[in-house]
């Protein structure tokens, strides 16, 4: 089974994916470092070359090559996949994501993720193209719906949230 992380940028999704992939002994993906990889450039500079429709595009092709190939799931069965925070916001990824996953909401409120965020610009394009309140409100229910599961996460540490998804498998 592919287990997809959602949620906002901030919520934790590549550490409790690091988590849970030890926890489970399955192969792990960030789909950002898959995308970084195959683009041969970082997610800053895939948005300076190409704007948010060019990173949407590659993120689109890199979820079908991580979640259409049935090679990547190991002996066990799973394959952690840690999602973008866009990533579900294509009607194509949800879609893609709803067929060939469980999707696991790792919801944060604003205030942590503006405390975890705050000077992580540089990285983080997006936070330099919008108000991260009116993103995080927008995306909201868009996160819900993808989901299979929803963990609140605000006074959780990465290795009780892997425990809690592992326990609910
Ligand atoms: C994005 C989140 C980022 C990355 C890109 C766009 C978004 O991933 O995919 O900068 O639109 O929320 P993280 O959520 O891992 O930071």
Same mark, same amino acid.
């Given at each position: 089974m592919v287990i997809a992380l959602t949620g906002?940028?901030? /919520?934790g999704k590549s550490s409790v994916g690091r988590e849970l992939a030890t926890l489970l002994s399955s192969p792990f993906i960030d789909l950002d470092d898959y995308i970084v990889g195959k683009a041969g450039m970082s997610i800053p500079e895939i948005f300076a070359a190409s704007g948010e429709e060019g990173f949407r595009a590659l993120e689109t092709e890199a979820l079908a090559e991580v979640i259409g190939t049935? /090679? /990547?799931?190991t002996a066990s069965g799973h394959l952690v996949l840690s999602l973008g %925070? %866009? &990533?579900?916001?294509?009607p194509e990824n949800a879609a893609l994501i709803a067929s060939h996953c469980r999707c696991v909401f790792l919801r944060t409120s604003l205030e942590t993720v503006r405390r975890r965020l705050s000077g992580e610009s540089a990285g983080r394009p997006m936070l330099r193209r919008a108000d991260i309140g009116e993103l995080f409100a927008s995306r909201a229910a868009a996160y819900a719906s993808a989901a299979d599961v929803i963990i609140? &996460?605000? /006074?959780?540490?990465p290795a009780d949230i892997a425990g809690r998804i592992a326990a609910g498998l």
């Open positions: 906002f940028m901030g /919520s049935p /090679s /990547s799931a %925070g %866009g &990533t579900i916001l294509r609140d &996460t605000d /006074s959780l540490a």
